[in-house]
């Protein structure tokens, strides 16, 4: 049975958040599963969002769960799940994304992984990239990947 969904999004993931919906209403909506949404940042992602939305990195208060919440990625997602009614939480990790996002799956003991990734050259078609790759091969569940729509060329 499918009880938990986690959506992992990134700072590369604003242009397919509606494709990364998609996903997840197709597997979690039949199911009534709830959509953890998670945003993980680097450290130096994190010291960048919190420098633009002017937050003081010495309150306690700032928690990475508090910061994802306000990242227009994850805003939209909120949106997308509010209009299907799908129960939903959030969740902000900094660290390696790959690590980051294989972590949240287990503490949050998720049936499915969502990610996303982009399309890639003929030479990088033989792998995924670090963070998919890594999150495909360890996750504690099933993987979706989602590839971006994007069909120009990539230097």
């Given at each position: 049975m499918l009880d938990t969904v986690l959506l992992a999004v990134g700072p590369g993931d604003e242009d397919r958040s509606g494709q990364l919906a998609e996903t997840v209403l197709e597997?979690?909506?039949?199911?009534?599963?709830?959509?953890?949404?998670?945003?993980?940042?680097?450290?130096?992602?994190?010291?960048?969002?919190?420098?633009?939305?002017?937050?003081?990195?010495?309150?306690?208060?700032?928690?990475?769960?508090?910061?994802?919440?306000?990242?227009?990625?994850?805003?939209?997602?909120?949106?997308?799940?509010?209009?299907?009614?799908i129960d939903y939480e959030i969740r902000g990790a900094v660290g390696d994304h790959g690590q980051s996002i294989v972590d949240l799956a287990a503490s949050t003991d998720a049936d499915r992984v969502v990610v996303g990734g982009r399309r890639r050259s003929p030479t990088g078609k033989a792998v995924f990239g670090s963070t998919a790759q890594e999150v495909l091969l360890s996750a504690p569940c099933p993987v979706t990947f989602v590839r971006s729509d994007d069909t120009s060329p990539r230097q």
């Amino acid at each position: 049975m499918l009880d938990t969904v986690l959506l992992a999004v990134g700072p590369g993931d604003e242009d397919r958040s509606g494709q990364l919906a998609e996903t997840v209403l197709e597997v979690a909506k039949p199911a009534d599963a709830t959509v953890v949404l998670a945003h993980v940042f680097t450290s130096t992602e994190y010291d960048e969002v919190l420098e633009r939305l002017e937050l003081d990195r010495s309150l306690d208060e700032i928690e990475p769960d508090t910061v994802a919440t306000r990242h227009s990625t994850i805003q939209e997602l909120q949106a997308i799940f509010d209009d299907h009614g799908i129960d939903y939480e959030i969740r902000g990790a900094v660290g390696d994304h790959g690590q980051s996002i294989v972590d949240l799956a287990a503490s949050t003991d998720a049936d499915r992984v969502v990610v996303g990734g982009r399309r890639r050259s003929p030479t990088g078609k033989a792998v995924f990239g670090s963070t998919a790759q890594e999150v495909l091969l360890s996750a504690p569940c099933p993987v979706t990947f989602v590839r971006s729509d994007d069909t120009s060329p990539r230097q």
